[in-house]
């Protein structure tokens, strides 16, 4: 089983600066392939950025430039830095860790707030 649990999220204001961690537990967990995604209110859930399997890091358009996904200095957690805060990054953001093995949804964190205001 993989428990994922998300922290940092909170109340920016527009141009600042959030941090989010994802603490992994479980057998067989790996940060490859794990992603940030999110999901904003009346809209779809969607990728933010991940870990490659090949160690590249994904990002959507929108991030690009002003966030980072990274491997923490804790073992197993994963982090998203977010910088230049804009007031459409506002949604609740999980954590995602793919199946173990064999196909399956992958697992998911609670979920942590971020509002950006102006």
């Known amino acids: 089983q993989v428990q994922l649990v998300e922290s940092g999220g909170g109340l920016a204001q527009v141009g600042g600066s959030l941090k989010l961690s994802c603490a992994v537990s479980?057998?067989?967990?790996?940060?490859?392939?794990m992603g940030w995604y999110r999901q904003a209110t009346g809209k779809q859930r969607e990728l933010v950025a991940r870990?490659?399997?090949?160690?590249?890091?994904h990002y959507t358009n929108s991030v690009r430039g002003r966030f980072t996904i990274s491997r923490g200095d804790t073992e197993n957690t994963l982090t998203l830095q977010m910088n230049s805060l804009k007031s459409e990054d506002t949604a609740v953001y999980y954590c995602?860790?793919?199946?173990?093995?064999?196909?399956?949804?992958?697992?998911w964190g609670q979920g942590t707030q971020v509002t950006v205001s102006s």
């Open positions: 870990l490659t399997s090949d160690g590249n890091r």
């Open positions: 479980g057998s067989l967990v790996s940060l490859d392939g």
């Open positions: 995602y860790h793919p199946p173990i093995v064999g196909g399956g949804p992958g697992y």
